[in-house]
């Protein structure tokens, strides 16, 4: 459901969210290795994070990428929008453009009231809450 770009975001911003901070910037080096994407890839995804205010970004010397407290605040949907837009998570799984609930493809069913519920949640969680779950030990992502 979620694109490789979707996935990569996420967990940037999430290891943003538990190493980065106004007062330590991370750069994108320091970032692709331990979450295992691609530099460029990476780069780019966090251009369009900054630019859309998903997270903080300073240029310089001591710049890169950090988490403040309103990037905090946003929720999970917030990162998928901006890479791959909702309409993404609510394509069909077998790819048909005419597929609705009125003309269902044949899994259309089996799946249209779990994804109502992710899309629900990813609309209500914030990067604090996931973040703070990690943290905690309550949830865990190999960082």
Same mark, same amino acid.
């Given at each position: 459901m ?27 080096k320091?970032?692709?290795k ?12 966090l251009?369009?994070l900054?630019?859309h ?6 240029r310089g @010397? ?15 949907m ?11 998570? =609510? ?6 453009k005419d597929c609705?609930?009125?003309? @269902?493809?044949?899994?259309h ?10 899309i629900?949640?990813? =609309?209500?969680?914030?990067?604090r =809450?996931?973040? =703070? ?11």
């Open positions: 979620f694109s490789n770009s979707s996935k990569y975001a996420i967990k940037a911003v999430l290891y943003l969210a538990l190493h980065a901070a106004d007062d330590n910037k991370l750069i994108v320091d970032i692709c331990p979450i295992n994407v691609p530099k460029a890839y990476l780069a780019k995804l251009q369009d900054s630019r205010k998903i997270v903080s970004s300073a @010397p001591k710049g890169g990428f950090y988490l403040n407290e309103k990037n905090k605040a946003l929720v999970v917030d990162i998928v929008n901006v890479i791959d837009g909702k309409k993404k998570l =609510e394509s069909c799984l077998l790819s048909l609705n609930k009125d003309k @269902p493809c044949p899994l069913h089996m799946v249209s009231g779990s994804r109502s519920n992710m629900q949640s990813l =609309e209500n969680t914030t990067i =809450e996931l973040s =703070e779950n990690l943290r905690n030990n309550k949830t865990f992502l190999p960082l």
